[in-house]
């Protein structure tokens, strides 16, 4: 059983799932309740999985229904999703161990998507006095402006400085106004420091440590020139449209002086990208205005970051895919590298996922209920997108529609480090790293190696007899030498390749560049 959970997709599953129930137990405590509030289950569960999926979404009025002690249950909960469980929990290990264990960096290395399991330690040192800064640096902004600009005392512009801040940063959307941030809509002060936290959680770690790192745009990766141009240009997209639909007669920022609607644009064009405030009624804005809130809300900030949706470097590379596909291009090319077929395949599988998760649960809400087609879509994008922005009908689903709209936004481990098996595959596939680093190489006894060692690149053979000459000639090139344990090659057994079916011997080829 331990070696069972010791794997990190299970890891972070069951980390998950152990944050949750924790999280409801303690909602479910008569101290975390308000004067009047009735305990309910569903609502405890519903609003601790909504902060640990920094979502957003509510049912019940986070000022009011929860008590000082719930608002720090709440916040806890966003900064443990926000941060990442099994990363927070890797940290912990670090601090009190000194040290950590073969599965929890694998855990850590799949939730930081960090490139090796060396970078795991440094990576979460770093993300811990990044992320601590930029929240700090925001509740101190908001402190300020809370009491100098509306008189509240320190005590209380300090902790609605402080929940504000991390529930920015990490894109959770939780305030504690009844209206969200609807009273700040024209506040550069709030609306300004609260946007600058959401943008700089949403683009991720990497991107951010890269643009530490790195300041000339010249000597950026891929991931992070698409990630900063590709959030930017949304960004812009965004302001301009919600000004363009709103600023008009009869839109919710109608009644706004310039300078307040040009805030007013800003919240409305940065917080559909997985943020969760909101400045305005959204059961008030136009259709068009909803439309578009709901693109930006599925399209989503960077990857490995707080931010959700299907990832805006998702979102263009299926546009790089069709431009090339357009231009009858063979290849995917941006910024003169190619893309790979199995990173196409990934983002492909990604958006085809999204879109029929998106549509299901939509049509499950329309058999559920009565109300209006776009708001369901908009309740369901907001949920699988993690963003938390609602028309106002989140309270009026009932129970059996919250446990669908929640369903979307579980979150789903990456596969990028794990051994896995394709349907026919007798042994893991050697295209993925295993927890050395080194790559396997699958060797059919027998077959004599080439004479020119060259990459394994292949997929295991599954054993089928239409695939046994493919695979000799895949397994002939799985050849290489490494400076220490010489050539990795398998002893056969005659001088012609045995005929079907033959056993097979599983040697791990270690390439040179990880060879110790």
């Not at 601790?48 to 719930?70: E, H, N, Q, R």
């Not at 936290?197 to 643009?211: I, T």
């Not at 590709?230 to 302001?239: C, T």
């Not at 231009?327 to 492909?348: H, K, N």
Request: hydrophobic share 45%; glycine share 10%.
């Amino acid at each position: 059983m331990r070696v069972f959970w010791a794997h990190p997709a299970r890891s972070v599953t069951l980390g998950f799932v152990l944050v949750v129930l924790a999280g409801t137990t303690l909602l479910m405590l008569p101290v975390s309740r308000g004067p009047g509030a009735e305990a309910d289950l569903m609502v405890a569960a519903f609003t601790t999985v909504s902060a640990t999926c920094v979502t957003g979404l509510i049912t019940v009025d986070t000022a009011s229904y929860w008590s000082p002690f719930g608002q720090v249950i709440l916040l806890v909960l966003i900064q443990i999703g926000g941060f990442g469980v099994m990363t927070l929990a890797t940290l912990i290990a670090l601090v009190v161990r000194g040290k950590l264990r073969l599965s929890t960096s694998l855990a850590a290395q799949a939730d930081t998507r960090s490139r090796s399991l060396g970078d795991v330690r440094g990576i979460l040192r770093r993300m811990l006095q990044l992320m601590l800064l930029i929240e700090a640096v925001t509740w101190a902004a908001l402190t300020l402006r809370f009491h100098l600009g509306y008189g509240y005392d320190w005590g209380t512009a300090l902790w609605h400085g402080l929940f504000h801040a991390v529930s920015a940063f990490n894109n959770a959307g939780f305030a504690l106004y009844q209206d969200s941030l609807m009273g700040f809509v024209g506040d550069l002060w709030i609306i300004g420091p609260i946007c600058a936290a959401l943008v700089l959680g949403g683009l991720g770690f990497p991107v951010l440590r890269e643009l530490l790192r790195a300041r000339r745009p010249g000597t950026w990766t891929i991931h992070t020139r698409l990630t900063v141009w590709g959030s930017a240009v949304l960004m812009v997209l965004g302001v301009a449209a919600f000004w363009l639909f709103e600023a008009q007669q009869g839109g919710t920022l109608a009644a706004l002086g310039p300078q307040e609607q040009l805030v007013g644009a800003l919240g409305g064009g940065l917080f559909p990208r997985t943020a969760g405030f909101n400045s305005v009624d959204y059961a008030a804005v136009t259709d068009e205005t909803e439309a578009i809130t709901m693109a930006l809300m599925f399209v989503g900030g960077g990857s490995a970051g707080t931010a959700g949706g299907i990832k805006v470097t998702t979102f263009l590379l299926l546009a790089a895919v069709i431009w090339s596909e357009v231009r009858g291009e063979p290849d995917v090319v941006i910024g003169r590298r190619r893309v790979g077929m199995p990173v196409v395949r990934q983002a492909l599988s990604v958006a085809l996922l999204a879109v029929g998760l998106v549509i299901a649960s939509t049509i499950t809400l329309m058999i559920l209920t009565d109300l209006p087609p776009l708001d369901l879509g908009f309740e369901v994008i907001s949920a699988f997108a993690t963003v938390g922005l609602s028309t106002g009908i989140t309270a009026s689903l009932p129970p059996a529609a919250q446990a669908r709209a929640h369903g979307p936004h579980v979150p789903r481990p990456p596969r990028t480090h794990h051994r896995g098996r394709r349907p026919r595959a007798q042994h893991p596939t050697p295209s993925l790293p295993t927890p050395g680093g080194e790559t396997h190489c699958w060797l059919r006894e027998g077959v004599p190696p080439t004479a020119a060692p060259t990459p394994c690149s292949s997929w295991a053979w599954g054993g089928s007899p239409r695939s046994a000459s493919r695979s000799s000639v895949r397994a002939s090139r799985c050849w290489r030498s490494t400076p220490t344990s010489g050539a990795c090659r398998s002893t056969p057994t005659s001088s012609r390749t045995p005929s079907w079916p033959t056993p097979r011997t599983v040697r791990p080829c270690v390439s040179s560049a990880s060879a110790p």
